[in-house]
């Protein structure tokens, strides 16, 4: 019999059955009233989940196209953008920025730390800026933005849009748009909110709206807030066929977190990661993120020194479990473990005794059960 396969990368994360049977349902014309029905009841649900006083998006796509979206719709060639980089997917804005014609001005931290506010400040003063990106979560290092704390520092920049790339943390790190300041925020459906790959959702302030108007007629056609606006108001309306099945996916996996609530879903994921990081870490592995950064959706595990990436990881895909590589200067040296969205009790505990055989198969020093130990107890606190 083959051993089950979970799926423990950092998104796609496992689809649960409900979510799955959604995507399996005859599909029905976009126009059919029940779907229009569903479209709207979902908007108006990520609209209150998130706490989003503007306007929701959900379109086809992934999350690069919502940062593509995001930017599109708040900048013009020639403006100045800021991106604020904690690792690969930060610096991803650099060259879509680049190609779109606008000054794109970079402050990084080393992976595994955070820019502090105190220079997003400083630089901000430098020059008008028409947008600000931020990578909540970034999946390459596993570090964790101040979202709040920044968005509260943007008061000082009205005419700076804030931007937020939540691909890896909604729904799992708390976000609220209004409150936290956030003008545009972008997620993909296959990271914490447990649905496969295929849709982008955007929560967009007033204020980013007027600037999209501001612009007059911009240079992309598929992905202009303009163009969508009238669907999302009436979705019975076409403009570029939706995903009907996705759509509905992404409606279940809005009524499960609903029915778990959405602040017990962030405690939930600040629980598990706790649990993982202390059991990883009784294992020899090391956060790359540091304490007080520390994403809640995902660890990035860096290797005992003499690990071979490739070995182990193999054995882990053998005894069960799936995870990804570290990205650039990392690969090899790390591994990247999800455990966000519709994860629970039982993968926790299964994923951390599957590290455990793959180490002994790997011939590393490892006491089996001393990690799921470390594990159980934080699930029993
Ligand atoms: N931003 C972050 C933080 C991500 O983790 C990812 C995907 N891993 C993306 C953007 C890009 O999303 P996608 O692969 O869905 O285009």
């Known amino acids: 019999m083959k051993t089950r396969k979970l799926l423990m990368i950092p998104g796609p994360t496992p689809v649960a059955r409900s979510i799955q049977d959604q995507m399996g349902r005859e599909t029905v014309a976009f ?7 569903d479209f709207k009841d979902l908007l108006e649900d990520l609209k209150v989940l998130f ?18 979206m995001a930017i599109a ?21 650099i060259d879509l920025c680049n ?27 430098e020059k008008k800026y028409a947008a600000m990106t931020v990578t909540h979560v970034d999946t390459s290092t596993g570090v964790c933005a101040s979202v709040a704390e920044i968005g509260k520092m943007m008061k000082e920049f009205p005419e700076t849009m804030y931007i937020v790339d939540g691909v890896c943390a909604t729904a799992g790190e708390p976000e609220y748009v209004d409150e936290m300041g956030i003008d545009v925020l972008l997620t993909g459906s296959q990271k914490a909110f447990g649905v496969a790959p295929g849709l982008t959702m955007l929560w967009v ?14 240079p992309e056609f598929y ?61 020899g592995f090391k956060v790359l993120a540091k304490e007080g950064c520390r994403a809640v959706t995902l660890s990035n595990l860096v290797y005992p020194e003499g690990t071979d990436d ?35 009790k039982h993968d926790l505990v299964s994923v951390i ?27 029993m606190e």
């Open 31 to 37: 126009g059919d009233p029940a779907f229009v029905k």
């Open 51 to 68: 706490k989003c006083s503007g306007e929701a998006f959900v379109v086809a796509g992934t999350g690069t196209m919502g940062m593509e």
């Open 73 to 93: 719709n708040t900048t013009k060639k020639g403006d100045n953008v800021l991106i604020v980089s904690h690792g690969f997917f930060g610096d991803r804005f």
């Open 99 to 125: 190609r779109k014609g606008l000054n794109a001005d970079v402050i990084s931290s080393e992976w595994g730390e955070t820019v502090p506010v105190e220079k997003i400040r400083e630089k901000l003063k």
């Open 205 to 218: 302030s007033q204020k980013a709206m007027d600037r999209r108007k501001s612009l007059g007629t911009i």
């Open 223 to 283: 992905i202009d807030f303009e163009k969508w606006l009238p669907i999302m108001k009436d979705p019975s309306k076409y403009y570029a066929t939706p995903a009907v099945n996705l759509v509905w996916a992404l409606k279940e996996s809005v009524r499960i977190i609903k029915e778990e609530g959405i602040e017990n879903r962030y405690a939930r994921h600040k629980k598990y990661a706790a649990a993982m990081q202390d059991a990883l870490e009784t294992l």
């Open 310 to 344: 490739a070995k182990f990881r193999g054995l882990l895909a053998e005894e069960g479990i799936m995870v990804a590589g570290g990205l650039a200067a990392y690969a090899g040296r790390m591994f990247r473990l999800g455990h966000m969205g519709n994860v629970d």
């Open 353 to 379: 005794a599957t590290i455990e055989r793959a180490l002994y198969r790997a011939g590393m020093p490892v006491e089996l059960g001393k990690g799921v130990g470390v594990v159980q107890k934080h699930l």
